[in-house]
T-cell receptor
Framework: DTAVSQTPKYLVTQMGNDKSIKCEQN?????MYWYKQDSKKFLKIMFS???????INETVPNRFSPKSPDKAHLNLHINSLELGDSAVYFC??????????????FGSGTRLTVV | DAKTTQPPSMDCAEGRAANLPCNHSTISGNEYVYWYRQIHSQGPQYIIH???NNETNEMASLIITEDRKSSTLILPHATLRDTAVYYC????????????FGTGTRLQVFP
């Protein structure tokens, strides 16, 4: 019954590895997002997709590549992981474009630790 | 890039009203005020939003001043489970407008 689900919840990996985080929403929302929360607890938007189309692409290293196979899924693939990538990554979704009227629904986060 | 200013922390006794202030003096006419909260180790949770009228839902009330330069989120009867970081966010109506989180207010509800 989870509205926005992310897997895995925890991910520990070595520098240089490639990893993916998956996100699925069962709310029928049109737009999905990836946010990063660093060690200082700052939440920053990374990407947003609306009906599989990239809408927002913040200044994020090219090693990060979002993929949206359909509007219910938005995965995040990270190549050549670095220590600075360690953070909590949150997926979110919203009804309509931009979540203006109804707000965002966030997942519970994926804690990525790069060692 | 956050356009809001909030006190870093506040305390509130359980059962009392928690009033969380937010200044957004540079808000423009087409920007909404949103409130989210983040309970420890969870994702942010949408609470409420408004443009210029006061709003109320099952979670909270939002009072926006007439000049729209500040607002107050009111939790009428705070519980221990309301302990969280509360974020006040100003954003526009376009789908390309971003939800930008600032540092928020850490609300501690005590017994």
């Amino acid at each position: 019954d989870t509205a926005v689900s992310q897997t895995p919840k925890y991910l520990v990996t070595q520098m240089g590895n490639d990893k993916s985080i998956k996100c699925e929403q069962n709310l029928g929302h049109d737009t999905m997002y990836w946010y990063k929360q660093d060690s200082k607890k700052f939440l920053k938007i990374m990407f947003s997709y609306n009906n599989k189309e990239l809408i927002i692409n913040e200044t994020v290293p090219n090693r990060f590549s979002p993929k949206s196979p359909d509007k219910a899924h938005l995965n995040l693939h990270i190549n050549s992981l670095e220590l600075g990538d360690s953070a909590v990554y949150f997926c979110a979704s919203s009804r309509g474009q931009g979540g203006v009227r109804y707000g965002y629904t966030f997942g519970s986060g994926t804690r990525l630790t790069v060692v | 890039d956050a356009k809001t200013t909030q006190p870093p922390s506040m305390d509130c006794a359980e059962g009392r009203a928690a009033n969380l202030p937010c200044n957004h003096s540079t808000i423009s006419g087409n920007e909404y005020v949103y409130w989210y909260r983040q309970i420890h180790s969870q994702g942010p949770q949408y609470i409420i939003h408004g443009l210029k009228n006061n709003e109320t839902n099952e979670m909270a009330s939002l009072i926006i001043t007439e000049d729209r330069k500040s607002s107050t989120l009111i939790l009428p009867h705070a519980t221990l489970r309301d302990t969280a970081v509360y974020y006040c966010i100003v954003r526009g109506l376009l789908h390309t407008d971003k939800l930008i989180f600032g540092t928020g207010t850490r609300l501690q509800v005590f017994p």
